[in-house]
């Protein structure tokens, strides 16, 4: 199949890049041009808020699958209905997960009927927003959609830990080594779904040119659903780190500190998500999450021990985190000596 990214150099994407170039397909990525080429894939260069130079790039070319990485609002999708409709036959927008009700209704298992609302993100709204503006387009002009939502998904160079800084990642670990502590929000018992890329991967590429994925929305994660508790305490035996200092503090005191946390705790993070995969399964038959995290993280540390360049980190955020450390040691004695 001839297919296009736009986007293409996140986290989750490099590894559908690499996966669909090794399944075969003709791989078109259409951006500014600021990354390294991708071996095997085709380039295009330009803007997409610049119309008049994405138009160029698309001109004579036709797809079968566009697959759009970088779309955040409702604005993003009726500019591409506009320059996809006569030129894909399915026009995947990646999604999230994060823009399901939270927590969920009884049995507490997330589909995809899970209704979409989250107050606490606006990320996840224009998500939301786009959903909409993607499934008025079908209804009035047929337009092929699929939607995809992935949940929090990690690669090679991405350290997957709540509160962890997403540029850099190695903060966390360092702070293990140094024998800082590390801030699990809540008691640390709820349960969440991480995702390798790898698998994202291969999911996603099972739904391209499926026509029963047309006109549908789908996630995509791992089966296994561990707690905050064992997902960080795991990290730490694969760094080697015998004795980790974790201290557990309630969300919304750590909202309260650092309010721009609001929406990956409260709109995500925080409350348990277990993903019913029922769906994908019957469109992709035979796919499995085939990576533990146990198994991942460890490929995860491997990559950044590699090269000493890579473990950089962010000094910005360990003041902010010491900071709310001493903020919480102070009101934890202050209440002990009113309580005693």
Known sequence: ??????????????????????AGHELWL???????????????????????????????????????????????IQRDVELFRDRTRQYI???????????????????????????????????????????????????PYTIVRPSLTYGDDQIPLVLNAWQKPWTMIDRLQRGAPLIIPGDGTSLWTITHNTDFAAGLIGLFGNTGAIGEAV?????????????????????????????????????????AVEGTLLGDKAISAVFDNSKLKRLVPGFTAKTPFATGIRRTLAWFQADPARRQIDGELNQRWDKLLAAYTRGLAAAKAEFP
């Open 30 to 76: 259409l951006n500014r041009g600021q990354h390294r080429q991708v071996e095997g894939a085709r380039s295009l260069t330009a803007d997409m808020t610049d119309l008049a130079s994405v138009r160029a790039a698309l001109h004579g070319h036709t797809w079968d699958v566009v697959v759009q990485w970088i779309a955040f609002g409702p604005e993003d």
């Open 93 to 143: 927008f990646i999604s999230s997960a994060s823009i399901y009700q939270k927590p969920p209704a009884p049995p507490n298992l997330i589909t995809e009927a899970t209704p979409r609302e989250n107050q606490h993100w606006e990320y996840s709204r224009k998500k939301i927003a786009a959903e909409l503006a993607l499934e008025a387009a079908h209804a009035a002009t047929n337009f």
């Open 1 to 22: 199949m001839k297919i296009l990214f736009i986007g293409g150099s996140g986290v989750i994407s490099r590894a559908v890049t690499l996966q669909t170039i090794a």
């Open 219 to 259: 996630h995509i994660t791992s089966d296994e659903a561990l707690s905050w508790n064992q997902y960080f305490a795991i990290t730490a035996d694969a760094a080697g780190i015998t004795s980790p200092k974790f201290v557990h503090i309630a969300s919304d005191f750590i909202i309260a500190c650092v309010p």
